[in-house]
């Protein structure tokens, strides 16, 4: 009984939009009066619906991603507890100590062999400084290049890794020479050959003093305006 009752009013509901088109079609045509409030009650609820479907807010807002918030002053301690920012200053400052090294003590260890006579300061020691700027740019030129940031050329790749912080890159070398220097008192000008302890030992200092110098300072740029120095 009830499957009877209803299906007169399914009919109705099918029929309504054949009745609006036909009478949209032919304007002359007359609508009975019993067809009146079924064609009233379809047009308000057509209207209502649009009217919902205009009113309903638009979802773009949603996907806009909110900005990160700004890190706290450097003044504070809860600036220098980011451990991934120090892991990756650490990377950095690896990959530049490892090519301020390699031109930095060839070059000295080369003229306090060959011409030690050239002095301690200023030649050598500004001439292993030299060489290991230089090959430190090199390197980064290359790791530009060929690694994950890929930029798309070697002019591209040298432009940024001569860009970078020279700051950073000098405090290195400063720090490497002078504590081999003060540990050593000039290398193997003073007597200390490639096969005395003393010497690795001294070289492995100057080193670690190498890399610590300027890990504050890459930190800093890295933590405070996302920029690696090397």
Known sequence: MLIRAL??????????PRLQSALLSRPSLRVSPLLSPLLSSSSSSSSSSSSLTSTRPSSTCCSKKEAPPPPPSPTTLAFWQSRPTWKRAGVNTLRCLAGCSLGDFSVMWYLQTHHADWGMWPTIMSLAMASGLATSVALETVLLRLGRDGLPSWTLAARTAVGMSFLSMVTMEAAENVV????????????YTFGEPLFWAAAGVSMAAGFLAPLPYNYLRLRKYGKACH
């Open 7 to 16: 299906a007169p009013r399914a009919r109705l509901a099918t029929l309504q």
């Open 180 to 191: 081999d220097y003060w540990l050593t008192g000039g290398g193997q000008a003073a007597g």
